[in-house]
């Protein structure tokens, strides 16, 4: 179990939010998910370079040490935060955002045919971590995103960015993991992997979610400028759980069974809380809100 959020803020709005408390507050929200390793990632509107900032330290630690700087400013972000499992995270490979090819990428969730990826990629491995064949994947696959998220074996919610593109997010929920998309009154959209970070980004961003969704099961979601700009949905391989491997860092592993039953949980409860506080508005729009 890992956290991730971010924010691709509308350019009217832009103005009204304080990015670095923004990325500091999502960051804090889901350090309970995951407190071995924090990071954020953006493309510097400039050059269209990517700007990853990542360190093997929980978001109490990190986002004071990053100040005003945090995320540089920038209109769209990823953020995350660790529970290590394949990888160390004193390797600073294993942390995310994990950059390949063109892309930045997080992830939440565990793939189980990393290996097999790589070999079908072929394209050689930087670190251990599972997360970086997803990262690849989408890279260097044959087809959109949508499309080669079929072949992933496991569970992920996922959110990147591409160079060059610094006013746009991509974001997919695959198996399993967790993903929840708000949208501002105010054109702005944020992202978390629970409904909490997202009411407080609104929150800290001066505005109210218009309506907020928990995304499904194979759902890819295109934005640019906070707005939905593409939606497409495809069949997610049937998730099994991951085997134990001799040839990892059982150090660093923890109960996947544990992890889903708590994930189940927060699942359960948002749904209730979905259920109560939007009924109105659900029961009014019975297509997807974007």
Not at 89 to 105: C, F, Q, S
Not at 107 to 124: A, C, T, Y
Not at 213 to 224: D, H, I, N, R
Request: some cysteine; proline content about 4%; aromatic content about 12%.
């Amino acid at each position: 179990m890992c956290g991730i959020a971010g924010y691709c803020l509308d350019p009217k709005h832009y103005s009204r939010v304080t990015v670095a408390d923004l990325a500091g507050q999502m960051l804090l929200d889901i350090e309970h998910r995951g407190g071995d390793a924090t990071g954020v990632a953006y493309i510097n509107p400039k050059n269209g370079k990517r700007v990853i900032r990542k360190s093997a330290e929980g978001a109490g630690k990190f986002v004071p040490k990053a100040g005003a700087g945090l995320c540089g400013g920038a209109t769209t972000a990823i953020l995350h935060t660790r529970f290590a499992t394949q990888g160390s995270p004193t390797v600073d490979a294993n942390n995310h955002p994990i950059p390949r090819g063109k892309i930045v990428l997080t992830h939440n969730g565990h793939i189980s045919n990393d290996k097999e990826l790589f070999k079908q990629l072929k394209v050689p491995r930087v670190g251990q971590v599972d997360s970086e064949a997803v990262a690849a994947l989408i890279a260097f696959g044959n087809g959109k995103p949508w499309e080669v998220l079929t072949e992933v074996y496991g569970t992920a919610a996922l959110a990147w960015l591409q160079a060059s593109d610094p006013r746009t997010l991509h974001l997919a929920r695959v198996n399993s993991s967790p993903l929840f998309i708000g949208q501002a009154d105010t054109g702005s959209l944020f992202y978390g992997s629970t409904y909490d970070t997202i009411e407080n980004a609104a929150i800290m961003s001066d505005c109210d979610l218009d309506w907020y969704y928990e995304a499904k099961e194979g759902e890819y979601f295109k934005v640019k400028d906070g707005r939905v700009i593409e939606y497409k949905t495809f069949t997610p391989t049937k998730y099994e759980p991951y085997k134990w491997s001799s040839g990892w860092d059982t150090t660093a592993w923890r109960d996947t069974y544990t992890t889903n039953a708590e994930d189940d949980e927060w699942s359960g409860w948002y749904n209730q809380r979905k259920a109560e506080k939007y009924a109105k508005y659900w029961s009014k729009h019975e297509e997807l809100p974007f």
